[in-house]
């Protein structure tokens, strides 16, 4: 039985070796925290308080929405905003990418600051790591503080961080997912969309542009997104970069000419005069906005991110909705994988007489195999059961509905589906950051609204029509044992789309591993 001592004695090490790191982490996120700060209102005096207050006070108790779906207009009322902003920027990203539109926006958060308007910029950690430079450059602007969420401690030592991420792995692989864009206490972005080339239709070569959509809100809930932005950036599990680095390799002056020398750049010029052409109105298009008296923020609460206080999780608000449906759901999501439960209950609606349909990305164009491959998993207990389900394979020159742009920018390259959205009985919708999928539920944070308004649901309603279009997607059937992917005008495939044979295999064994709450 000597053999049990041993096992019992490493797996005691293991646990202590566990423990000693995040205690140590805990003590340091304690004294690095910074001061609290808060949301700065409304005022009366600022370009968009005279734009929006009228307006405001002519529905009071409403709040205003907008979808945005192309890329090219979601860039520019970043751009046009950061602009006109005179008091505060609050930004919290996934994803902020250091590439061209990633350092247009950069360029325009420095002019602000130039102007005196208080920035603050949170990011999760797993997109900033190993590219710290830009963002502490940015973070020594006095204007400007960047804090990031749920970050590696060690970021100068590759040994040490390494270390710390082995003994770390499963709190650092709880991540914030949001997109927020707040400005001024009066306007705000919130949706799909992170900050980068392929969100703006910008890539270029072998990068893929993505379908992605979100929305331009004022009003009330542009003051429950304040209050969350806030909890985020008080929570302790946001630190100030510059608290995790000793020596603060960057400046801010050779950055403003690097920003300076990009813009003046060919791909700089071109891309601008696609997204911001000479001539276009500076004007935020509010007139598009509508005053709705159901519009919800839903938000997982940070604390999400350390797998405690499981009361308030987004699950709670997005799952009642989900399962309220009495005629038809419309899912659409880049990433599904809907776990146990979440396959049980669509198969009851189903089973109850609802018409479900749900899109997702194809093979082809999924920017992860490994969910692809949990995804195929579910595959053929949803379509038995009568699901409608679609694989999105967007092809690179076609456009989205009402001549909105589904890429923006043509690359020779399919375009991946990246929007989430959720439409129950033609009657209540939803759109965020949430995808349909266990990460989603159970490891990050995730925000979004929930809303009524007929003309708002029609638009949506009309993106899922142009998604699930013959043009853009297959729909999935079964031929007797195997699965066929089926297009108006085109004989049936048995095998995935326009995918090697690699990928196929790859993601056929993903989809027979234990691993799908990790994805």
Do not use: C
Not at 31 to 47: F, K, M, V
Not at 50 to 70: I, M, W, Y
Not at 103 to 112: H, K, N, P
Not at 460 to 477: C, E, M
Request: charged fraction near 25%.
């Amino acid at each position: 039985m000597a053999w049990l001592g041993w096992i019992i004695a490493a797996a005691a090490f293991l646990a202590l070796g566990s423990a000693i790191p995040l205690w140590s982490y805990g003590r340091f996120a304690r004294r690095a925290r910074g001061p609290e700060s808060h949301a700065i209102g409304p005022g009366d005096t600022a370009a968009l308080d005279r734009l929006l207050a009228p307006l405001e006070a002519a529905h009071p108790g409403q709040s205003g929405a907008a979808f945005v779906f192309d890329p090219l207009e979601a860039f520019r009322l970043r751009l046009r905003s950061a602009t006109q902003a005179s008091r505060s920027l609050d930004l919290l990203y996934y994803i902020w990418t250091d590439d061209l539109t990633g350092r247009l926006l950069a360029q325009a958060l420095i002019e602000a600051a130039d102007r005196g308007v208080r920035v603050r910029l949170l990011l999760d950690d797993v997109n900033v790591l190993g590219r710290d430079p830009t963002y502490l450059a940015l973070d020594r602007h006095p204007e400007i503080e960047v804090r990031l969420f749920n970050p590696i401690r060690n970021r100068e030592s590759p040994l040490r961080r390494g270390i710390e991420l082995l003994f770390n792995l499963l709190r650092y692989n709880r991540r914030m997912h949001g997109k927020l864009w707040l400005v001024d206490g009066r306007l705000a972005l919130a949706g799909g969309r992170n900050v980068g080339d392929v969100y703006f239709g910008a890539a270029r070569g072998r990068r893929r542009n993505v379908d992605d959509l979100e929305m331009l809100l004022a009003g009330p809930v542009v003051g429950e997104a304040a209050q969350l932005f806030d909890s985020y950036w008080n929570s302790g599990l946001a630190l100030p970069i510059r608290s995790l680095w000793h020596k603060r390799k960057s400046s801010l002056a050779r950055f403003r000419e690097r920003l300076r020398r990009d813009a003046r750049s060919a791909a700089a010029r071109a891309y601008l005069e696609r997204a911001v052409p000479p001539g276009a109105p500076t004007a935020l298009p509010i007139e598009r906005l509508r005053w709705v008296e159901r519009l919800e923020l839903v938000a997982d609460p940070p604390q999400k991110a350390l797998g405690s206080r499981r009361a308030g999780w987004l699950p709670a608000s997005i799952m009642p909705v989900l399962q309220s449906a009495e005629r038809d759901l419309r899912i659409m999501t880049p990433y599904f994988v809907p776990g146990t439960d979440g396959l049980a209950s669509l198969i009851d609606l189903a089973r109850r007489g609802v018409r479900i349909e749900i899109v997702t990305n194809a093979l082809a164009v999924a920017d992860h195999t490994l969910v692809h491959g949990a995804y195929r998993w579910y595959r053929r207990a949803l379509i038995g059961a009568g699901v409608r389900l679609y694989e999105f394979a967007g092809r690179p020159a076609e456009q989205g509905p009402a001549g909105q742009g589904a890429a923006g920018q043509k690359t020779g390259r399919h375009v991946m589906l990246h929007g989430k959205a959720m439409i129950v009985d033609g009657t209540l919708g939803f759109a965020g950051s949430f995808n349909f999928d266990l990460r989603s539920a159970y490891l990050n944070t995730e925000m979004g609204v929930i809303f009524d308004d007929a003309a708002l649901l029609a638009e949506l309603n009309a993106r899922f029509d142009w998604a699930t279009s013959p043009s853009q997607a297959y729909r999935l059937g079964l031929e007797g044992r195997l699965m066929a992917w089926l297009r108006e005008g085109e004989a049936p495939l048995n095998l995935e789309p326009h995918s090697p044979l690699m990928r196929r295999a790859a993601s056929f064994v993903i989809g027979h591993l234990p691993i799908h709450r990790l994805l």
